[in-house]
């Protein structure tokens, strides 16, 4: 059984930080994407940061557009988590936002939610203005 469980979301205020973790356990996450997804009232769930977490190559990092230069994905291997350091931040970042993992995605799949299998329960992050 595979479970993500996320933390650190909050209330800030536009051009202030926050950090969010996801603490995954189950399974040896070496070979797994991990991904940060958002979703905001009324609209779709979005791909936001995603890691392709490999403990003999290294990783791969890629971005949404939006927060490019703002908001920074990392993994910790040793205690199986993924983080999300988020600069910067905008009321238009506002969403909840999920951790999800999955362990057979072509790099294409990476931005597509459909294509992960596991989930936590989302953490709220609210920007004000």
């Known amino acids: 059984q595979v479970q993500l469980l996320e933390s650190g979301g909050g209330l800030v205020q536009a051009g202030g930080s926050l950090r969010l973790a996801c603490a995954a356990s189950?399974?040896?996450?070496?070979?797994?994407?991990m991904g940060w997804f958002r979703q905001a009232p009324g609209k779709e769930r979005e791909f936001v940061a995603a890691?392709?977490?490999?403990?003999?190559?290294?990783?791969?990092?890629y971005y949404a557009d939006s927060v490019k230069g703002r908001f920074t994905i990392s993994r910790d291997y040793a205690k199986n988590a993924v983080y999300l350091q988020m600069n910067s931040l905008k009321p238009e970042d506002t969403a909840v936002y999920y951790c999800?993992?999955?362990?057979?995605?072509?790099?294409?799949?990476?931005?597509?939610?459909?294509?992960?299998?596991?989930w936590g329960q989302g953490t709220q992050v609210t920007v004000s203005s």
């Open positions: 890691i392709n977490w490999s403990n003999w190559s290294g990783g791969s990092i």
């Open positions: 189950g399974r040896t996450f070496s070979t797994y994407v």
């Open positions: 999800a993992a999955d362990s057979r995605l072509s790099v294409s799949d990476y931005v597509s939610y459909l294509k992960y299998d596991y």
